[in-house]
């Protein structure tokens, strides 16, 4: 039976792909899932596209504005994800020697210092 006559329909499309990609692209949820999903990897497991999702996420964040584009490639490379469970947690102390670099995604920081 040949079918190649009949008018295709969303379910044949072949862009439907690409569409799907678009939609994800732009849903700010959809994007911020994608994100952790690459970060969640051990950074040695990371594909190009893993790092192409979380450049085009760090493209968002003014922190990295004036970094260039290899550094920030470097960074993403390497970066991972980190989750800080209960409020009030210590994440770092006066005087500890800084070996990383963290961004917040959700939530708020409090720096407070030895003398009040």
Same mark, same amino acid.
């Given at each position: 039976m040949d079918l190649s006559g009949l008018p295709e329909t969303a379910v044949d499309s072949e862009d439907d792909d690409d569409e799907e990609d678009i939609e994800r692209a732009s849903d700010p949820l959809m994007s911020r899932d994608i994100v952790r999903d690459c970060l969640e990897k051990?950074? %040695?497991?990371? *594909?190009? #596209? #893993? %790092?192409?999702? /979380?450049l085009e996420f760090m493209h968002q964040l003014p922190a990295f504005a004036n970094m260039t584009m290899s550094v920030r490639r470097e960074l993403c490379a390497v970066m991972v994800f980190a989750v800080v469970e209960r409020a009030g947690t210590i994440v770092l102390n006066d005087g500890e020697e /800084?070996? &990383?670099? &963290? +961004? %917040? /995604?959700?939530? &708020? +920081?409090? +720096? *407070?210092?030895?003398d009040g």
């Open positions: 051990d950074p %040695i497991d990371r *594909t190009d #596209d #893993d %790092i192409e999702q /979380l /800084l070996d &990383s670099w &963290s +961004v %917040i /995604l959700n939530g &708020s +920081v409090e +720096v *407070t210092y030895p």
